[in-house]
Nanobody, 124 residues
Framework: VQLQASGGGSVQAGGSLRLSCAAS????????MVWFRQAPGAERQFVAA????????YYADSVKGRFTISRDLAKNTLYLQMNSLKPEDTGVYYC??????????????????WGQGTEVTVSS
């Protein structure tokens, strides 16, 4: 599976961005797809995840109510709609995917396939 992330940019606090992650190379029905982010000097942090087949979704507490994860089955594309952005949302956002992820859905080491990252900068 290959993942291509896009959609990052620079916005002011309170603004919005939509990230995309195009997947190719395999059926995704058993996959969980996820967004992580990494701020400079910090560890990679779970943001949101979705079970590809059911659409069940999971969010970090820090983004609940502001971010929405979704997927387009026909386009094999994952999205992250980010609203009410804050400076602390700044970082490189990575999409990732793996099959049969169960309880470790928020753990980066559970994911095998990673996109290249797209940078988000939120200024105050």
């Amino acid at each position: 599976v290959q993942l291509q992330a896009s959609g990052g940019g620079s916005v002011q606090a309170g603004g919005s961005l939509r990230l995309s992650c195009a997947a190719s190379g395999g059926p995704l029905s058993s996959y969980t797809m996820v967004w992580f982010r990494q701020a400079p000097g910090a560890e990679r942090q779970f943001v949101a995840a979705v079970r590809w087949s059911t659409g069940s979704h999971y969010y970090a507490d820090s983004v609940k109510g502001r971010f929405t994860i979704s997927r387009d089955l026909a386009k094999n594309t994952l999205y992250l709609q980010m609203n009410s952005l804050k400076p602390e949302d700044t970082g490189v956002y990575y999409c990732a995917a793996s099959a049969n992820v169960l309880s470790s859905i928020r753990v980066s080491s559970a994911y095998i396939y990673w996109g290249q990252g797209t940078e988000v900068t939120v200024s105050s």
